[in-house]
Structures are given as structure tokens and as C-alpha cells.
């Protein structure tokens, strides 16, 4: 069963433009919530976290809104560059320190 | 921020043989490190989780007696495949995790080959 979903499976966007990704949650449990971004072949990098108790996150160009209600959170990458192209993973923190993490998706931006 | 090693980074080895990956925090002190698997365009799996000093909490379906885990201190974690078969070859990715168990900083990943 998966504990967060992550949509979509993949995203092309322009360079410039704004690139969003979205992640759901059942467990009103979870209290902390990363994005990570992995390129090929590394291990994937901490990129910006929220916990509950904040509707958004800015730092940079990165950008994380929070829905506890609706129980969904998003990236947003603001004017998007070639260079951010890589596979961005939500993730969200559980009982035990556990991290459950979303299937993942697939960046591309084209210059 | 918080660094995380891996060592070796690739791996090849003939099937039947043993391997050991080593995870260290390198700048800070772990008080819970993780061992991930994934698959190519796959999410990570989590395979086990360990704390310092005790033994380490396999998730369903994993062997504990393939994937031998050992966290000797509050820097380092090994995790030993014992007997590699083929479908054993993966990716192997661990983290760590500090003290307030928020942040979770992950290894470079190592790249295991079973011939």
C-alpha cells in the first residue's frame, strides 16, 4: 500500500517556466515532510521539507505548499532550469523516525 | 549541511559471494541510519532500519539473514549481502538520520553487480 502518492510520473517543462508536483497522504500521523531531488546514479539530496503547522516553504526557487486538510503537499520550481532536470521524490515522516517516500517523478527541462 | 558516505561506490562479484557496503555519517553523529534498495526508475525501498548498538528492524519480505546489518556505532552502518544470487544486483542507498530524527541525509548510493 502506498502511504504517499506523487503525481505525475514524469513533467516536461520549458526553461523559465514553472514546474509542480504534487503528493498525497492518508496518515494524519506524518509530522514532516522532505522533497528530495536524485540525479543517475547518486543518492538522492534533501532539497526543502515542511512540517504541518505551515501552509508553504519558500527557499529560492523552491517552493512547498501544504493542504493539512486536504492532506496534500506540492513542489513548485520556479523558472525551471535545464540543470534542474532529475527525479524529484516526496516523502513523508512516520512513527520510528520512518520515511515513506512517493514513486517519484521525472523531470525534464528542455532549453 | 550533513554528509553521508558510501563505500565502495560499485561493486561487481561472482554469485555465492559475500559483500559489505559501509554507510558513514561523516560530520555528524546518527542515531538511526536506514538501508534503502531501489530498482531502476523505481522508488526506494526500505529494507531495514537500524539503531545504534541494537539489532535492526527489517521490513516485511526482507531476509535478515541475507542482508546482514550491523551498526557499530553512531557513524557507521554495514549492511552485508551474504551468498549474492543475480537478482540481488540493485542499487543500494543508505541515510542517516540526527538526533531529532527530522532531517534524513542519504549516502551516494552503491551499485551492486551479481555475476
Known amino acids: 500500500q502506498q502511504q504517499v502518492k506523487q503525481s505525475p510520473q514524469s513533467l516536461i517543462v520549458q526553461k523559465g517556466g514553472i514546474s509542480i508536483i504534487n503528493c498525497a497522504y492518508e496518515?494524519?500521523?506524518?509530522?514532516?515532510f522532505p522533497w528530495y531531488q536524485q540525479f543517475p546514479g547518486k543518492g538522492p539530496a534533501l532539497l526543502i521539507a515542511?512540517?504541518?503547522?505551515?501552509s508553504e516553504k519558500k527557499e529560492g526557487r523552491f517552493t512547498i505548499s501544504f493542504n493539512k486538510s486536504a492532506k496534500q503537499f506540492s513542489l513548485h520550481i520556479m523558472d525551471s532550469q535545464p540543470g534542474d532536470s532529475a527525479t524529484y521524490f516526496c516523502?513523508?515522516?512516520?512513527?520510528?523516525?520512518?520515511?515513506?517516500f512517493g514513486t517519484g517523478t521525472s523531470l525534464t527541462v528542455i532549453p | 549541511g550533513a554528509v553521508v558516505s558510501q563505500h565502495p561506490s560499485r561493486v561487481i562479484c561472482k554469485s555465492g559471494t559475500s559483500v559489505k557496503i559501509e554507510c558513514r555519517s561523516l560530520?555528524?553523529?546518527?542515531?538511526?541510519m536506514f538501508w534503502y534498495r531501489q530498482f531502476p526508475k523505481q522508488s526506494l525501498m526500505l529494507m531495514a532500519t537500524?539503531?545504534?548498538?541494537?539489532?535492526?528492524?527489517?521490513e516485511q519480505g526482507v531476509e535478515k539473514d541475507k542482508f546482514l546489518i550491523n551498526h557499530a556505532s553512531l557513524t557507521l552502518s554495514t549492511l552485508t549481502v551474504t551468498s549474492a544470487h543475480p537478482e540481488d544486483s540493485s542499487f543500494y542507498i543508505c541515510?542517516?538520520?540526527?538526533?531529532?530524527?527530522?532531517?534524513?541525509?542519504f549516502g551516494p548510493g552503491t551499485r551492486l553487480t551479481v555475476t
Open positions: 496518515n494524519t500521523a506524518f509530522d514532516y
Open positions: 515542511i512540517r504541518p503547522d505551515v
Open positions: 541515510s542517516a538520520s540526527t538526533g531529532n530524527g527530522y532531517e534524513q541525509y
Open positions: 537500524s539503531n545504534e548498538g541494537s539489532k535492526a528492524t527489517y
Open positions: 516523502a513523508a515522516r512516520g512513527t520510528g523516525n520512518q520515511f515513506y
Open positions: 560530520d555528524f553523529q546518527a542515531t538511526t
